[in-house]
């Protein structure tokens, strides 16, 4: 016999079972109310809503619609976390903790195969209705590497697994690795400020090299804007905050 109640549909397979072209079920009605189906479970119930509200149509646990939700749908904006999403995609909360402070973080997990396998990970920045790609985020992980590009995987920044930074380069092999035919490095200032600095933090206590303390320079290269000049200098077992005294200066004169 019949295990349950079908609608549109006179031999129902499950405990209701509606038939027809285009099935359609109605929740509520045209007035201000939170509609909803709750599914109840041993350990936790979910729900699936309408926050009449915020005019979302919102995911969560329990079984009041607008607590504890998870996903929110309102308008073309999608939120996590929120019920209120103010843009396209709208993350909210605290997902995760990194010892004493706290971040969202939203996790990306790539498995193409559904194997358990790694694969690159790559987010990609379109316009237009080609989907032309103007820029990208990858996760390369046959080389273990993340990698920023103007482009389709152009690669013009890569950080590897040791912390190199590569710009032009795709193998940095130091902390910064400058590469490309014109591996060019400019320092930009204010007309007027002196500033324009590659400053050397590392010093000799007397016993030891630290470097933990950002104030102290015992080397540099700068550029003065008031003086017109390159200057280099050195602290020579420096412990004192500030910047080293130039010890060669090279001025517009060329002297």
């Keep these: 016999g019949n295990v349950g109640i079908g609608i549109g549909n006179a031999s129902p397979s499950v405990n209701l079972q509606i038939g027809g072209t285009t099935p359609t079920i109605y929740l509520g009605d045209s007035g201000a109310e939170d509609t909803k189906l709750v599914y109840r479970g041993n350990q936790i119930d979910y729900y699936i809503g309408h926050d009449d509200s915020n005019n979302a149509l919102t995911m969560g646990f329990g079984t009041t619609v607008g607590s504890d939700a998870v996903l929110a749908i309102s308008g073309s904006k999608v939120g996590i976390g929120t019920t209120s999403p103010s843009n396209i995609f709208h993350s909210h909360g605290v997902t995760h903790r990194f010892s004493s402070d706290s971040y969202n973080v939203v996790y990306i997990q790539a498995d193409a195969n559904n194997d358990g396998s790694n694969d690159d990970i790559v987010l990609q920045f379109t316009t237009g209705n080609s989907n032309t790609v103007k ?6 992980e046959s080389d273990d590497k993340f990698e920023i590009s103007a482009g389709d995987n152009q690669n013009h920044l890569t950080i590897d697994s040791s912390g190199n930074v590569g710009i032009g ?22 007309t007027g400020i002196e500033i324009g600095t590659v400053a050397f933090n590392e010093y000799y206590t007397g016993s030891a090299w630290a470097n933990d303390d ?23 077992g420096g412990s004192t905050a500030g910047y080293s005294t130039s010890h060669l200066v090279i001025r517009s004169t060329g002297r």
Excluded: K, N, Q, W
Aim: proline residues 2%; negative net charge.
């Design 135 to 140: 820029g990208e985020l990858r996760y390369d």
């Design 169 to 190: 380069e795709t193998s940095p092999s130091e902390r910064l690795h400058i590469g490309g035919d014109y591996a060019d490095f400019r320092i930009y200032s204010r």
């Design 214 to 236: 950002s104030s102290i320079v015992s080397g540099s290269m700068r550029f003065s804007d008031s003086r017109d000049s390159l200057e280099f200098g050195v602290r020579a």
